[in-house]
């Protein structure tokens, strides 16, 4: 009777051995895909992020804001730098003195260093800033020129494109900068006459009114562009850092209308996304005249309202299997960090996902991780109220899955 | 590690059940023709029951995770908080056992629903220059976990002593898959930046939650138990179990897999869960001796 019972004997181990597939654990799904957010009991603690970077060790290192919380110390916004490990998890952050305010992106990797703009709160004037990837300490030296007022840089051929504000001038100024804070050269536009004109600009830097999507950067034709205000308008502005004149100008709506992001690809085909008077519309693939002066109006693209009024926007550009993608992350009204994901090559949309719950979400930057996945850097509202930097990682595999819906 | 104590497991039941046959084969050399009928019946039978009862789930954490992550203060004072063994449960099992002298080979198919909950509780606090306290927000998140589970336990049991009453021991293994996982999350706290203390407590949220537990996890059992023959062949059973968690019940690959729990600072940390459970039931012989259905046992 016993040796009847082997075969079922066999049955039940094999049900086991079958079944017993256990969960172990393993480091590499904590570093491929995560959620942190980095917590400061203190009530009225308020940081922001501006940039993020992968570090070589896989960790990550931000570049943020912080309120001043002395009324003593200035109206701007100091700056915070935070390193997290590859897990996400907190390692260390920095306050800096509010001897230096305003840091603006990008934030630059050169040389075993991360480098920044920021300014002086006094004189206004723009100044470089490095900090190694362990935040040991932070090196701050001025801008050689006149530059004041940095809005946005972007780091092209080993030097930041940056773009300002001269209040006394009433230009914007986009310049080109060192990482030891030489000024290479500059040039200034009018935003026009009048109080009025400069009144949005100024409540930008104080962070009391419309936060704008300053940027500059270099065309593949080789102009050089700056997104801010030009004849009293936020429009995109080419030019050849000579001519007295932008050589081309992609004028929006005053200040109710303009790019929200701009993200150059190949010869005079961008990236964008615009806003107009609260509606926004992305543009994955379009060709951008940058000579003469053109309208934002004209450009059309995909309405999404789904977004925030004025939505601030990142393009990324990604590999995802393979493929060039285009990543859009924005603000959607329900809080959410959008992703959209579109085919470089044809513009076309190949998926979507969203990113947090329950407590508000909104987006700051947007990185490619070494590992192929992606790695999203925005605020979260702890208990609905204290604003906290959070890290969203996700999978290589997730993101493949999610550029092909 | 855990898949060789598996297989172990599987190798000391299956010599287990190899003495027994050794063993069967000595007794019978040295009671021969004493009751013959009896031990015939006695030596090999199967029985099949039906029992069902209640249970309470208690979690220990291998390693802890959190979304978040303190950047000034220790990350202890908002770890999780488990309520192990409060919340009942409940199953149902089939159970097929083979016996021979004493000894039964029992397959007991089981359908489990557990619970286990746990809370985190943060605070946020403003002081004056004095130090005093100015402005505070407390918020705890209480998690209850509600888990349905197809457990598979191979057991070997003994029965002690008795005929009419037979009380017995049993241990074994198990492997258990994932039917149904939900959270339920409630946000409750105090706020007093109104300018008063304000209570608030937030509507329970429903979950679901398959992704951030495993699909599968394995343990070892052991319990003891009473058969009452109620005299027309069938035998009512009761059980007591404790299941004794060997894998982790977590998903490694889907921790942070629910934004909406994700969002609030919630991860799964790496858990094994026990189970204490009481069963009652019945079992009833699928041979028998004579045709007046009359079993043995007196």
Redesign the interface.
């Given at each position: 009777m016993i040796k009847k019972t082997y075969p079922i004997l066999l049955v039940l181990l094999v049900l086991f051995a079958a079944l017993s597939c256990s969960e172990e654990s393993n480091p590499e799904f904590d570093k491929q895909t995560f959620t942190t957010i980095f917590d400061n009991n203190k009530f009225d603690a308020s940081y922001f992020p501006i940039d993020m970077r992968q570090t070589p060790d896989g960790g990550y290192i931000i570049l943020g804001g912080r309120k001043l919380t002395d009324e003593a110390e200035s109206d701007f916004t100091g700056i915070y730098l935070m390193k997290a490990d590859h897990f996400g998890n907190f390692v260390k952050d920095m306050e800096v003195a509010s001897t230096s305010v305003n840091p603006v992106a990008d934030f630059a990797e050169f040389q075993t260093k991360y480098y920044f703009l920021c300014m002086d709160p006094i004189s206004q004037q723009a100044q470089v800033a490095s900090v190694d990837a362990n935040l040991e300490s932070v090196n701050i030296s001025p801008v050689q020129g006149g530059l004041t007022y940095p809005a946005a840089a972007s780091f092209v051929d080993n030097n930041f494109i940056a773009v300002g504000y001269n209040n006394a001038d009433k230009q914007t100024v986009i310049a080109i900068v060192g990482p030891d804070g030489s000024e290479l050269s500059s040039k200034g536009y009018t935003i026009g006459v009048g109080e009025d004109v400069e009144k949005p600009i100024l409540q930008h830097y104080l962070r009391t009114g419309t936060q704008y999507p300053f940027d500059a950067g270099k065309a593949p034709n080789g102009l050089y562009y700056f997104n801010g205000f030009y004849n009293y308008t936020f429009s995109l502005v080419f030019t050849d850092m000579t001519s007295d004149d932008p050589i081309g100008v992609v004028e929006g709506q005053r200040e109710n209308g303009g790019f929200s992001a701009v993200l150059p690809l190949t010869g005079n085909k961008f990236a964008l996304s615009r806003f107009n008077f609260g509606d926004n519309f992305l543009l994955p693939n379009n060709t951008l005249p940058t000579s003469g002066i053109t309208q934002t109006t004209d450009l059309g693209g995909y309405s999404l309202p789904e977004l925030v009024s004025n939505a601030r926007v990142r393009i990324l550009r990604a590999t995802v299997d393979t493929k060039n993608v285009l990543i859009y992350g924005s603000d959607t009204k329900s809080k959410q960090i959008g992703l959209l994901y579109y085919d470089e090559s044809t513009g076309e949309f190949i998926g979507s996902r969203y990113l947090g719950f329950s407590n508000p979400f909104e987006i700051a930057s947007l990185t490619q991780t070494a590992d192929g996945g992606l790695a999203v850097c925005g605020t979260t509202y702890l208990a609905g109220r204290f604003p906290r930097i959070c890290i969203l990682k996700i999978s290589k595999e997730e993101l493949a899955a999610d550029a092909s819906k | 590690m855990?898949?060789l104590t598996?297989f172990l497991c599987?190798l000391a039941?299956?010599i287990g059940?190899?003495g027994?046959?050794k063993k069967?084969k000595q007794s019978t050399y040295n009671k021969a023709k004493q009751n013959k009928e009896d031990n015939k019946f006695l030596?090999?039978q199967w029985w099949l029951g039906f029992k069902a009862g209640v249970n309470l789930s208690g979690v220990t954490v291998?390693?802890t995770?959190s979304?978040?992550?303190?950047?000034?203060?220790e990350a202890s004072t908002?770890g999780k908080q488990y309520d192990n063994f409060k919340l009942i449960g409940s199953q149902a099992t089939i159970e097929v056992s083979?016996y021979?002298k004493r000894f039964l080979?029992s397959?007991q198919p089981t359908y489990q629903y557990s619970r286990f909950s746990y809370e985190n509780n943060?605070?946020?606090?403003?002081q004056n220059a004095e130090g005093g306290q100015?402005?505070?927000?407390e918020?705890k998140y209480e998690q209850e976990q509600k888990l349905d589970y197809a457990i598979?336990p191979?057991l070997v049991k003994y029965d002690i002593y008795g005929n009419r009453l037979r009380p017995y021991v049993q241990a074994g293994?198990y492997?258990?898959?994932l039917i149904n996982a939900t959270k339920s999350l409630t946000a409750s706290?105090i706020d007093n930046?109104a300018g008063g203390e304000n209570q608030f407590r937030s509507e329970s949220v429903e979950v679901g939650a398959d992704d951030l537990f495993?699909?599968?996890?394995?343990g070892l059992m052991g319990g003891v138990g009473v058969n009452y023959n109620l005299g027309n062949h069938v035998r009512l059973n009761l059980d007591v179990m404790y299941k004794y968690g060997?894998?982790?019940?977590?998903?490694?690959?889907?921790?942070?897999g629910s934004?909406?729990?994700?969002?609030?600072?919630d991860?799964m940390d790496?858990l094994t869960m026990d189970n204490i459970s009481i069963s009652l039931g019945c079992l009833f012989p699928l041979r028998f001796l004579q045709s007046t259905l009359q079993t043995l046992d007196k």
């Open positions: - | 855990k898949s598996l599987c039941v299956a059940v190899s027994q046959e069967r030596d090999k291998d390693k995770y979304v978040i992550s303190p950047t000034n203060y908002i083979f021979f080979l397959f943060f605070e946020w606090n403003a100015t402005n505070h927000v918020l598979f191979l293994i492997s258990a898959m706290g930046a495993a699909k599968y996890h394995w060997m894998s982790n019940i977590s998903s490694t690959e889907h921790r942070y934004d909406r729990l994700a969002g609030v600072g991860a790496d």
